[in-house]
């Protein structure tokens, strides 16, 4: 049977998908290859959030087809995806050696394609059409083999956005939003936590979200807490976490699940996006920057010490000096334990792109330093706090890193790294941090039995 290789751009959700086609494509006899030099047929699975992104994919894929030329005259190559969604045809009239391009409501039909293509029934694939039901079709995964997601597995509780963020591409590239039942989702989860899964991720564009549309609110709880509620009752699992939720769905149940269930863990990632009410405004981001703050008041409230990390954008069309200022003065009230900083990028179709007031490379990138410093010193200022204190991590397995060494988890989703070995994944353990780096602690290994 063919190898495959699958190389992935962009969220969690894309890592996701290429799970589930990888495990589609094992299920019927292919073999995962180590890289794309000996693989039979290469997949790029793409993300267009960002132009750059889009770039990377794009100069992969042309240098992989240049050398396949010379070297590998057979190899079959294909894009899947959120750019795979947005440029279709476009992508084949520009790479002509590229076989197929799969869509994003149509990753399920990835393996089916490539048996046409390699038994030589059909030359070129381009797929991109809506599907009904497909936010229900990924659901296989790959545990085996793959030492940490066999601990911490994702699921993807639903599909799109209707949220219509003037910056993003996302509504264009994944579709209106649809949610897969919570029956589904659980009888999925079950399977996960049965073959040794600890942790489990709920994953959706924006989750809070999740059912509005088929599943009444009922005692106060929002679709989405129950479905939070439902994964909760599953024997065996020991840790919940979702990403991303959207401020402005934020609701005080979701808030209060945090207080009332006690596998959740004490973690959030909440984009923000910006500092500015008046750029959130044209942003179309549906809440205020107060109404953010007290989000975060009321969940350290119900639970101290959570975790806070963020998604924040710089260079905004038209961001003034004084906008990005509240974007500082938010960084430095909030005090997030991790913040991800994007550089504005245009992107096709979106109203953003067509504003007045964009904003130069160089603004764009003093800006983007200018807060990384601070959101970097007032992170290490508190991770540093951790020092000599104890804390609980669900270990995952070796250390990306240094493979020598073991990582885990906090529950407030910081990763630990330690002196351990193979016996030690998958245990809930208590560490004591002796040490704190970038964006990482290390345990002490001497209280490992
Ligand atoms: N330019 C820069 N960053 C963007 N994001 C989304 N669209 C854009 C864009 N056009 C960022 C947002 C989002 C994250 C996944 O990517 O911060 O939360």
């Known amino acids: 049977m063919p190898s495959v290789f699958i190389k992935t751009y962009g969220c969690q959700m894309n890592e996701r998908d290429s799970e589930a086609v990888a495990a589609q494509l094992v299920a019927k006899g292919y073999t995962l290859a180590k890289s794309e030099a000996v693989a039979d047929v290469v997949l790029l699975n793409t993300c267009s959030v960002r132009d750059m992104a889009e770039r990377k994919a794009l100069n992969k894929m042309a240098n992989m087809v240049g050398i396949a030329k010379k070297e590998r ?61 497909s936010e229900a079709a990924i659901r296989e995964h790959l545990l085996n083999g793959n030492a940490q997601k066999s601990v911490s597995a994702f699921v993807s509780i639903m599909q799109g956005c209707n949220q219509y963020c003037t910056f993003c591409i996302v509504p264009y590239t994944r579709g209106e939003e649809r949610s897969r039942t919570i029956d589904d989702i659980v009888a999925e989860c ?126 905004f069309p038209g961001e003034t000096e004084e906008d990005f200022e509240q974007t500082l003065s938010l960084a430095r009230e909030v005090e997030f334990d991790q913040a991800y900083i994007f550089k504005y990028s245009p992107r096709r179709d979106t109203p953003a792109a067509d504003m007045d007031g964009q904003l130069s490379t160089a603004v764009k990138e003093e800006r983007n330093e200018r807060l990384l410093r601070l959101v970097n010193e007032i992170a290490a200022r508190n991770y540093e706090k951790l020092v000599g204190t104890q804390v609980q991590i669900l270990v995952e397995g070796p250390s990306k890193k240094n493979p020598a060494r073991m990582m885990g988890r906090t529950r407030c989703n910081k990763i630990v790294v330690f002196d351990g070995s193979d016996r030690h994944r998958g245990q809930i353990m208590d560490v004591k941090i002796t040490r704190a780096g970038s964006f990482t602690l290390y345990g002490d290994p001497d209280i490992l039995e």
């Open 73 to 133: 005259p057979n190899q079959i190559f294909g894009f899947m995806g959120c750019m795979a969604q947005s440029r279709g045809q476009e992508l084949i009239d520009k790479l002509p050696d590229v076989d197929l391009v799969v869509g994003t409501q149509k990753f399920h039909r990835t393996a089916d394609y490539l048996d046409e293509i390699l038994a030589g029934r059909r030359d070129k694939i381009v797929d991109t059409a809506a599907e009904e039901k």
């Open 190 to 315: 079950r399977d996960l936590v049965s073959r040794g899964v600890k942790e489990i991720t709920l994953l959706g564009q924006i989750v809070t979200s999740y059912g509005k549309r088929d599943i009444a609110t009922t005692n106060g709880k929002s679709a989405f807490v129950q479905l939070v509620d439902a994964v909760h009752e599953i024997d065996g699992l020991e840790r919940i976490r979702f990403t991303s939720p959207h401020p402005k769905g934020y609701g005080d149940d979701l808030v209060e699940a945090y207080a009332r269930l006690p596998k959740l863990c004490e973690s959030a990632h909440i984009p923000v996006q910006s500092g500015s009410d008046r750029l959130l405004k044209i942003m179309h981001r549906g809440y205020t920057r107060e109404r953010f703050l007290g989000i975060i008041e009321k969940l350290r409230h119900a639970r101290p010490g959570i975790g806070i990390s963020t998604d924040i954008i710089v260079g």
